[in-house]
């Protein structure tokens, strides 16, 4: 491994990988434990270097096969399967703007990624940053795991990379291509499911998890809790590796970052004061960014940032709290108008999950507020188009308000998220 500049520990028995950044400097090192086969980098965030291995017979036309971690490159370079190959410096499901000038180079790329439904949404998302025209990939099937399971189970890794694919034109496809997906799918299919929740075994029942690409909204009186749920429920998200923007229009960033903090943690943060610096060091490592926008905001502004982040951070789900507060308090009388600025903001978010392969999760006020009825999604404000748009809705009902014990699922969609008492 001298081509890679390989450092080794004896005494922590850690092997040191250089990250390089675009001018051939060692920007920080990815750490692999040959113990625990943990791997950690370092800095912990913002490394602007890839991981590089060149074989000595490496040729500058050369196609860099692009692996999720160290294991997956030291097999494919043990087995000699190929003469160029790239790690990033903090896997997969985020590529940092700073590393693509290292990357461009390059005239080729093979993704070879993971079994699963996360990963093949990061090989798009990733094809989408270099370039689908310089990326194919190899496709997640049974007997095309990844690097090193598949040289587990004795297959032929150069036979793999010969068999990678470009990706399809965005609006033609063929059956060809088509093919693969359904049997990936179907060889995948307790993984096509989605992120499960830790705190929400409930929820996973139902939704199967959060997927990419689709269009939640979230409902519920007053004061029930929406923003509060939300909030542990992205993070729930978050510490899972799920990208995440939170757009808080309702209540300050420091605010909800305090809460989230508070919810990470588990124990009152104004008894512990002392380890303050612990937690938000721990909570600093989430991959969450927050809009700094307050209040009243037009929507093309708030799109253009949604966009903005997507591609930047790689962001797979952005949270809206609450469209009421985007839109505004004022025109209270044209209700009519309202409607309609609520019915464009849905569609607009629509769009954008769709096209941007990314969750968006809405939370928008009742219509009206029973004393004593339960919710349903007629009561979302502004009627059919929130309902008819989403792929999950979710009802927080107060239970102090309401009868009903435990959950209850008027569709399978939709979700009653009941409020525990204290
Ligand atoms: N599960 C819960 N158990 C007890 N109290 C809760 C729970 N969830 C939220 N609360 C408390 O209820 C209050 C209102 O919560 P929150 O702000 O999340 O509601 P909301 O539905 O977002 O309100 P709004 O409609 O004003 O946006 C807060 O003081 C919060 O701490
Ligand atoms: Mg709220």
């Given amino acids: 491994m001298a081509q890679m500049n390989l450092l080794y520990d004896h005494l922590s028995q850690t092997l040191y990988f250089p990250l390089m950044s675009f001018c051939n400097l060692i920007v920080g090192y990815k750490c692999l434990s040959t113990v625990s086969c943990v791997e950690k980098t370092v800095p912990a965030i913002g ?3 890839i991981i ?12 860099a096969i692009i692996v999720p971690n160290l294991e997956d490159l030291l097999v494919i370079a043990a087995n000699k399967a190929a003469n160029l190959i790239i790690c990033f410096p903090y896997g997969i ?24 439904e996360p990963d093949w949404d990061s090989a798009r998302h990733v094809a989408k940053k270099l370039d689908n025209k310089r990326c194919l990939f190899i496709r997640p099937t049974d007997l095309q795991p990844r690097p090193k399971i598949a040289s587990d189970l004795g297959y032929n890794l150069k036979e793999i990379i010969r068999n990678a694919q470009p990706i399809w034109h965005k609006s033609i496809t063929t059956f060809r291509s088509l093919r693969q997906d359904i049997l990936s799918d179907l060889q995948n299919i307790d993984k096509v499911q989605g992120v499960k929740w830790i705190r929400y075994p409930a929820l996973n029942k139902i939704l199967k998890g959060h997927r990419r690409g689709e269009f939640t909204v979230l409902t519920g009186p007053t004061g029930s809790g929406k923003t509060t749920f ?8 978050a510490i899972q590796g799920v990208n995440t923007l939170w757009g808080s229009f309702e209540i300050k960033n420091s605010r909800l970052a305090r809460t989230m903090l508070q919810q990470m943690i588990g124990v009152p943060l104004d008894e512990n004061l002392e380890k303050f610096n612990v937690y938000a060091d721990e909570f600093e490592k989430l991959p969450i ?17 949604v966009e903005h982040a997507t591609y930047m951070h790689d962001i797979a789900h952005v949270i809206i709290d609450n469209v009421q507060f985007m839109m505004g308090t004022l025109d209270e009388s044209k209700f009519t108008d309202r409607f309609w600025k609520q019915d464009q903001i849905i569609s607009a978010f629509r769009t954008f999950a769709t096209k941007f392969n990314c969750h968006v999760s809405l939370v928008i006020h009742p219509r009206k507020e029973k004393e004593d009825g339960e919710l349903t999604t007629s009561s979302i404000f502004g009627g059919v188009k929130a309902s008819q748009e989403a792929d999950n809705i979710l009802i927080v009902q107060d239970k102090r308000l309401t009868n009903i014990h435990g959950k209850k699922y008027l569709q399978p969609r939709i979700v009653i998220v009941v409020i525990l008492e204290l």
């Fill in 289 to 305: 960014f927050f809009m700094t926008f307050h209040g009243q905001q037009s929507i093309k502004l708030v799109m253009e940032a």
């Fill in 230 to 237: 939300m909030s542990e429920y992205s993070l729930d998200l």
């Fill in 47 to 49: 490394a602007s270097g």
């Fill in 93 to 116: 499901k985020n590529l940092p703007q700073e590393v693509l000038p290292c990357l461009e180079s390059y005239n080729k790329f093979i993704l070879w990624f993971g079994n699963d």
């Fill in 52 to 63: 590089l291995y060149k074989s000595k017979t490496y040729n500058s036309n050369e196609t």
